[in-house]
């Protein structure tokens, strides 16, 4: 396995050719060159040099000919997701969270460390630490066979990878994530706000991958939104979109205090908030009526956001989702309350998995923009 | 003048080919073919190939030579914007506006005439009728030599050009504007919220030019938005985008309220809301209270947006846009204590003509697809 991609000197036309190629590649059929000519509509000759290229920098293997054709079998080829490593990381107010996966974003293994929200800057980074090196040993991979990092963080994040702001994490407003990352792998790393992320993950492999106009929401302790626009996730101007929580008037900040304030008086037991959606699906009368008063004020943001860019799909994920059988219908019929039109509400399937996820998502765009740019060294 | 644009059997290639050579034709400059063929990246053969078709349509005409140039002058060719006629229409609460423009949008002639806000259906449609017939006659132009139309409307529109949903003007929920406008005109019609042309007029030809992430405020009797978001106006699944004022939290239901009780309570004049915006810009008081009442709720609404989509730029627009001078500095304050970022805010320099305007580009956009699809016969 090589330790980096090669690239660096293929011409323009070259990348766009390879690029072409790769992109049919992407599906699960391995494909003969006059399939590939065909689909690429590049000539069979340019076919040809590309492919040999890409086998060459191990980004294609031959596969055995397809059984039972007829005369001398035409060689067939596939993208080989087992050239390199991604890396995807969710650092949070409770956990880490990484993922080793291949080219593809099958992931090889998964390490997750509990972390007390209270903990500093510095703890909280070497919880990270450990995390990634439990990840890339239960995997077998060297830290230099990652070929792209991604990191998902609550807060506001610039294009360097440094937290412009967070105020829910001790400490955590000015960490340069990405430079302390950098140290752990080679390669390219990116950050990204978790929101954001985990709006990506569930239009990559999540509930919403046939809809190009998603509002993601990100339901738990905190409340928080993720855009994609157009089949894009949308960013802004200076990445700090989806911030509609920050005003009062929608509801947001006081939303969880309903569910808070339940908790306060109910009997004790461990799983915290999951008490209290518990005791409403048993039909507690309290606890319905803290739900329904927390959806209330979670509906307003939301359909601000409905309103505003009239998406095909809402998608709930976050750690209330587990709980969406009490909370989407009532959630439905506030947003039928406020909409013009109220869209679809999908909950999605990745428990706390998804943002990690939109990690590994972020590693990937950044492989395949390489593979078009020849960027990399 | 041609009556219609000439089209249909071009190859595919030859489409796109066309479209490159057609693009490059839209700046200032006439090119030779030799500029051409190097900006295109098309090979002097088929640039020839594709300028002689062109010119054939009546897209392209040539131009004298440059003067001063040694041996024989090579011929240069410009885009033709008089190949053909655009118009637009805006049909609002209180007037009709009709532009009548070259293909590259210049207008040829406007015509206005003021409605009765209380008009009926079959009434207001009738003063839009006469409206376009002063247009064309004013431009010297038959209605055979448009080539398309582009129609503003207040209200939710659908794909087909019908009015979905109004709640400002009688009778108009319903309504077929576009079946209407086709009695007037050949050629294609395309129906469009008010405020969601506001905005491309905005993007192509005012003062959001130069951004890709574009928040417009429609400030008038009406408040609305139109976005524009990764270059491109975004219309949602059900072009039902942008009407985050439907919920009551947003505060724009409400915002003209203080500027109605303030003209309650003021002495009578001719010219409507603009009497409390005089009075405040020449120190009123209680006048600057309403409008700094107005504009707070205004800035809820214009938070959510900016905190939504993190825009480059707010442009206000609208009737109220005339009097910024006293709007702009309170609304900067408001979005200053919201939004986690304030975006650059800038007036609207077309009175209240940027709809129509709009409603042009949405005609070109029409036109420039035909370009490279060859749909039209």
């Known amino acids: 396995m090589s330790e980096q991609p090669a690239g660096g000197d293929l011409s323009r036309l070259r990348q766009l050719n390879a690029a072409a190629v790769l992109r049919e590649l992407r599906g699960d059929q391995p494909l003969t060159l006059t399939e590939l000519s065909k689909r690429t509509r590049l000539s069979r000759a340019s076919t040809e040099d590309v492919a040999r290229d890409l ?27 087992g050239a390199g490593r991604l890396l995807g990381i969710d650092i949070g107010g409770h956990k880490a969270l990484a993922l080793v996966t291949d080219l593809d974003g099958d992931v090889l293994n998964q390490s997750r460390i509990e972390v007390d929200p209270e903990l ?21 991979v060297e830290a230099g066979q990652i070929w792209s990092t991604g990191v ?59 809809a190009k106009d998603v509002v993601f929401l990100l339901a738990g302790l905190r409340t928080g939104a993720g855009l994609i626009i157009d089949g894009k996730l949308h960013r802004g101007f200076a990445n700090w979109s989806g911030e509609i929580g920050a005003l009062p008037a929608a509801g947001w900040q006081q939303a969880p205090h309903h569910l808070h304030t339940w908790l306060e008086t109910a009997p004790p037991g461990a799983d915290g908030f999951e008490r209290v959606f518990v005791a409403a699906r048993a039909g507690d009368r309290e606890a319905l009526a803290a739900v329904r008063a927390y959806v209330q004020d979670l509906a307003v943001g939301a359909s601000a956001l409905v309103l505003t860019l009239d998406p095909q799909l809402v998608v ?38 998804g943002v990690a996820l939109g990690a590994v998502r972020l590693a990937l765009d950044e492989v395949e923009s390489t593979i078009t740019t020849g960027l990399r060294p």
Chains 1, 2 share one sequence.
Do not use: Q
Request: aromatic share 6%; proline share 5%; with cysteine.
């Open 55 to 81: 086998l060459g920098r191990g980004w294609l293997t031959e596969v055995a000919p397809a059984s039972g054709s007829v005369g001398r079998p035409a060689r067939r080829y596939r993208f080989n997701a």
């Open 152 to 210: 998902a963080t609550t807060g506001l994040v610039d294009g360097t990878g440094k937290v412009m702001l967070s105020d829910s994490l001790p400490e955590w407003t000015g960490v340069d994530l990405g430079a302390h990352v950098r140290r752990l792998v080679p390669g390219p790393v990116r950050v990204e706000n978790d929101c954001k992320l985990a709006a990506l993950a569930e239009t990559w492999r999540g509930v919403a991958r046939y």
């Open 316 to 353: 709930i994920g976050g750690g209330f989702s587990r709980s969406a059988d009490v909370m989407v219908e009532p959630l439905r019929r506030e947003l039928d309350r406020w909409c013009l039109r109220t869209p679809e509400i999908r909950v999605s399937a990745f428990a706390d998995e």
């Open 120 to 140: 500093g800057r510095r703890e909280r980074l070497a919880v990270l630490d450990r995390c990634v090196r439990k990840a890339l040993a239960g995997a077998g």
